[in-house]
């Protein structure tokens, strides 16, 4: 049994939570930042949903640094992991977050589309993840967070893309922690079903489609934001320190 206290608390550290100005971003941020860690979001166009985000997770006296800066463009990630360490001077927590869904069938998806999902869904967790580890390991310890989804499992008609780089990124979880386990840098997944926010709003939103969703799933209700922040959050803390390599489906009993 371990001596140490294990509790919830990031006091302390210092968590980079990309997508993070709006939607599960966003309640991961705050949550974050209720228990005590410094925050870094980026964002591409919402200036307006940064700054509320920032004024917000202030609240619980840590610092927050708002960065405009797109995950898919190796660059903007580079200068934004600079900002970070200029201020902060480590990374402990990284939440691979920020993401895309374009519909369409294939046979029916345009090139562009395709690529696009590609380019925020996967590659911006390698552009992310391949900078942040040399800090980690720098540092002995870090830990990694990436958002996947249940689709991933069961596969989604009329989202290949977005299935395919969900699916693709679970076995880059289990893939980095086989290599950073010797480092003290653990790498997990969170793959939610149904979750309110602005990727799903729309689509639960049309006619019977609620209805006929709440019946797949066994507690009877949408997820909520805060019900992906919670699971981050025990993946975050001390709580999870023996958890590597997994991806934890949170689906409200749907399969």
Same mark, same amino acid.
């Given at each position: 049994?371990?001596?140490?206290?294990?509790?919830?608390?990031?006091?302390?550290?210092? #968590?980079?939570?990309? =997508?993070?100005?709006?939607?599960?971003?966003?309640?991961?941020?705050?949550?974050?930042?209720? #228990? =005590? #860690?410094?925050?870094?979001?980026?964002?591409?166009?919402?200036?307006?949903?940064?700054?509320?985000? &920032?004024?917000?997770?202030? &609240?619980?006296?840590?610092?927050?640094?708002?960065?405009?800066?797109?995950?898919?463009?190796?660059?903007?990630?580079?200068?934004?992991?600079?900002?970070?360490?200029?201020?902060?001077?480590?990374?402990?927590?990284?939440?691979?977050?920020?993401?895309?869904?374009?519909?369409?069938?294939?046979? !029916?998806?345009?090139?562009?589309?395709?690529?696009?999902?590609?380019?925020?869904?996967?590659? =911006?967790?390698?552009?992310?993840?391949?900078?942040? $580890?040399?800090?980690? +390991?720098?540092?002995?310890?870090?830990?990694?967070?990436? $958002?996947?989804?249940?689709?991933?499992?069961?596969?989604?008609?009329?989202?290949?893309?977005?299935?395919?780089? +969900?699916?693709?990124?679970?076995?880059?979880?289990?893939?980095?922690?086989?290599?950073?386990?010797?480092?003290?840098?653990?790498?997990?997944?969170? #793959?939610?079903?149904?979750?309110?926010? !602005?990727?799903?709003?729309?689509?639960?939103?049309? &006619?019977?489609? +609620?209805?006929?969703?709440?019946?797949?799933?066994?507690?009877?209700?949408?997820? !909520?934001?805060?019900?992906?922040?919670?699971?981050?959050?025990?993946?975050?803390?001390?709580?999870?320190?023996?958890?590597?390599?997994?991806?934890?489906?949170?689906?409200?009993?749907?399969?």
């Amino acid at each position: 049994m371990c001596s140490e206290a294990i509790t919830l608390s990031l006091s302390g550290q210092v #968590a980079v939570v990309t =997508g993070g100005s709006r939607g599960l971003g966003r309640a991961i941020a705050l949550l974050f930042a209720k #228990a =005590g #860690a410094h925050i870094v979001v980026n964002y591409i166009k919402n200036k307006t949903a940064a700054d509320e985000l &920032k004024k917000e997770a202030e &609240k619980y006296g840590v610092q927050v640094l708002v960065e405009q800066g797109n995950i898919a463009d190796y660059d903007d990630c580079k200068k934004i992991l600079e900002k970070t360490l200029k201020q902060f001077n480590k990374v402990d927590i990284l939440v691979n977050n920020a993401g895309i869904w374009e519909p369409g069938h294939i046979g !029916d998806i345009p090139p562009d589309s395709w690529q696009r999902v590609i380019n925020v869904n996967l590659t =911006g967790v390698y552009n992310f993840t391949n900078l942040v $580890v040399p800090v980690m +390991k720098r540092q002995k310890r870090g830990n990694i967070i990436n $958002v996947s989804s249940r689709c991933s499992r069961r596969g989604e008609e009329g989202s290949s893309s977005y299935v395919a780089t +969900k699916a693709a990124l679970n076995g880059f979880t289990r893939s980095i922690a086989l290599e950073l386990g010797p480092y003290n840098i653990r790498a997990n997944g969170v #793959a939610p079903a149904w979750i309110y926010s !602005d990727m799903t709003n729309q689509h639960l939103n049309e &006619k019977g489609v +609620k209805e006929e969703i709440l019946k797949t799933i066994p507690l009877g209700r949408i997820g !909520d934001p805060e019900d992906v922040a919670h699971l981050c959050l025990f993946l975050a803390s001390d709580l999870s320190s023996y958890l590597t390599g997994e991806t934890i489906f949170l689906s409200g009993g749907s399969i």
